[in-house]
């Protein structure tokens, strides 16, 4: 059928290699004569969210609100190509049972092979998408299938999930389980069946999250039992072993035959897959085709707006207008590169465009938002160049600084409950509605943040997390790069976590008299890998152990009069499961454990914190969209 500017394949069934058909819609422009007509160069998504449906980050400034899939797909069709949208397998119009994440690699592989051996395809293909339809590019490109000629990953695209977007530092990410839920609502079981879905709707997933560890049968997912079991598969797979090498969550192990292809590397300081993406820049960003960074301050695929959690970075913080003049024409720009092989100079762009966060007032907007602020800086590589890497000490009277400790012998102790885990409050996250939200927020305990029971009183103040601050800082101090925490640490039980949070505060205001502590990254380990992510172990009560936590990397301004502030603690809920510190088995923890646990901060323990700091006037401002850096 044919509606306006564009003609609709729709729901072609593509069968794959095992006989399962996938539902395919393929956009070509009105009146384009297969056969007849020159073939077109050809766009791909794969997405599980519905190949006709809206597509909640495809939203530019100024715009009302998201475009349908189609829309998008209209967009490409008018400037010369083919666009393809595909449901995955086991989700919308497509045959088979999802397994999240494992298929994508052999069916985005057979996909593509499909596509070029049609008549209207000229056999360049280009991907794109956001999240989900990000792993499913990676995947097939794992695969390296014939054809495949440029990518823009947006958000996603595993290098490893055991380390980042299903567990890390060897806890679970729980937005795997709210995310389990949420979709199970989807399948096909639930649209099939009213009770299915009925069942589902009627369980409070809020509630759940306060009755862990679930068990298999017993848990709100238990309706849909191909959802339950892939859960409960990731969150009890607990040692880095085969399961967490599949095609699909391991591209670090095809690294070696991904294809040189040009790509875009997007992500955001606030989304949950920062470390994918710098890991995929590392391992792919230094061959002959071009590998672009692309990182704001968003939370995850919020690329037009302002501000995340109650933190606002200023309308410089959007890609439309400060990076391109759109989303929509930054891919077109970039597939016209590489499919039409337009000389329109996308490869000279600079090879990471960042948004520092910091630098605003301080002060709250009319929205009630933190004016954070922040802008954009090109640099030629990732980390930057230039970048020291530098140790701030923790010392037992709470400072933090460049000094090592002196004394002979200090520590400071907690106790991990793990009946009443720190609460999470924003961060790196994605997929956690109803009972979680990221973003930069004041870590202040409040009725809006699961798990909290003091309500108006800053995390500080609890017992089981220890602060660590800098003096009000003399001058203005970049930090921007990866993060590392390595503490020298013990406890009394045979498993325990120990979390790491990097915060900016800002000096008391009128509008905030006690000032802000804005969360900037986050880490955990889960002590029994301290050694070995393949063999966990004990630890032996009393021992000393040195430890490394990896939160995200970040770009932030610490404008002078902040201090730099560290906080360690063992758990952080519910963005990580709670380890119940008894060493049962991963996601099985009905016994939990009061664990005393101490912070070593001495002269033979000199627990710190690794900054990468730049030098503030060493910094390049990015060019806005039509600007070369020849006319600056």
């Known amino acids: 059928m044919s509606s306006g500017e564009i003609q609709v394949l729709r729901d072609r069934m593509v069968t794959l290699r095992d006989g399962v058909r996938l539902a395919t819609d393929v956009y070509l422009p009105a009146g384009h004569r297969i056969g007849v007509d020159e073939p077109l160069p050809t766009i791909l998504e794969r997405t599980p969210y519905g190949k006709t449906e809206l597509s909640r980050s495809e939203i530019g400034v100024g715009m009302d609100g998201p475009m349908t899939r189609p829309q998008v797909a209209a967009h490409f069709v008018r400037a010369g190509y083919a666009v393809v949208y595909q449901d995955c397998r086991g989700r919308h119009g497509s045959e088979g049972v999802f397994t999240k994440y494992t298929s994508e690699g052999p069916d985005g592989f057979d996909t593509v092979a499909w596509i070029t051996a049609q008549p209207w395809s000229n056999g360049k293909v280009g991907t794109m998408g956001l999240s989900y339809a990000a792993h499913t590019q990676f995947a097939l490109a794992c695969l390296n299938p014939p054809g495949l000629a440029c990518m823009v990953v947006d958000s996603g695209g595993f290098s490893n999930s055991y380390h980042c977007g299903i567990r890390q530092g060897g806890a679970f990410e729980l937005k795997q389980a709210t995310w389990a839920f949420n979709q199970a609502k989807e399948s096909p079981a639930a649209l099939a069946d009213p009770k299915v879905l009925a069942a589902l709707e009627a369980e409070d997933i809020r509630a759940w999250f306060a009755a862990m560890p679930w068990r298999p049968g017993h848990s709100p997912v238990r309706a849909v039992p191909d959802y339950e079991a892939y859960l409960f598969e990731q969150w009890t797979h607990g040692s880095f072993g085969d399961y967490w090498k599949q095609l699909g969550i391991y591209a670090e192990g095809y690294y070696d035959r991904f294809p040189d292809v040009p790509m875009v590397l997007m992500s955001s300081w606030y989304d949950a897959y920062v470390r994918t993406t710098m890991e995929n820049y590392a391992a792919l960003g230094r061959r002959s085709a071009p590998v672009k960074l692309i990182m704001g301050p968003w939370l995850h695929g919020n690329r037009n707006t302002t501000f995340s959690g109650d933190t606002e970075f200023g309308p410089a913080a959007t890609i439309d207008g400060n990076v391109t003049e759109s989303w929509l024409d930054f891919r077109r720009r970039w597939f016209d590169r590489w499919l039409k092989d337009v000389g329109n100079g996308a490869e000279a762009e600079p090879t990471a465009r960042l948004f520092l966060m910091g630098g ?38 709470g400072r933090l600084d460049p000094n090592v400790p002196m004394a002979e012998e200090a520590s400071i102790a907690y106790q991990s409950d793990p009946a009443n885990p720190v609460p999470t409050i924003g961060g790196a996250l994605t997929s956690g509605q109803p009972v979680f939200e990221g973003g930069g927020f004041d870590q202040t305990e409040g009725d809006r943040f699961f798990g909290s029971r003091r309500p108006g009183l800053p995390l500080s103040s609890r017992p089981d997390v220890v602060v660590f601050e800098t003096e009000p800082l003399a001058e203005d101090m970049a930090v921007i790069g990866p993060i590392e925490v390595r503490l020298f640490v013990s406890s009394d039980a045979p498993d325990t976590d120990f979390t790491a949070k990097l915060i900016d505060v800002h000096p008391p205001t009128t509008d905030d008299p006690k000032g802000f502590a804005l969360n900037l990254t986050d880490g955990i380990l889960r002590c029994r890998y301290r050694d070995s992510w393949e063999n966990p172990s004990p630890l032996e009560p009393g021992r000393v152990y040195a430890i490394t936590i990896e939160p995200f990397a970040t770009a932030n301004l610490f404008k002078a009069g902040h201090r730099i502030r560290l906080d360690i603690a063992s758990s952080n809920f519910p963005k990580y499961d709670v380890n119940p510190n008894s060493g049962e088995p991963e996601g099985m923890g009905r016994l939990k454990r009061v664990a005393t646990n101490r912070i070593h901060l001495d002269r033979a323990h000199p627990s710190r914190i690794v900054l990468p700091v730049v030098p503030v006037g060493s910094l390049t401002d990015l060019p806005k969209p039509g600007e070369t850096f020849a006319k600056r």
């Open 360 to 397: 605003g007032s301080g002060r709250r907007t009319a929205e009630g938002r933190l004016d954070h602020g922040g802008r954009w800086i090109a640099a030629a590589d990732w980390p930057l160049p230039g970048t020291v890497f530098t140790d701030y000490h923790l010392h037992a009277d």
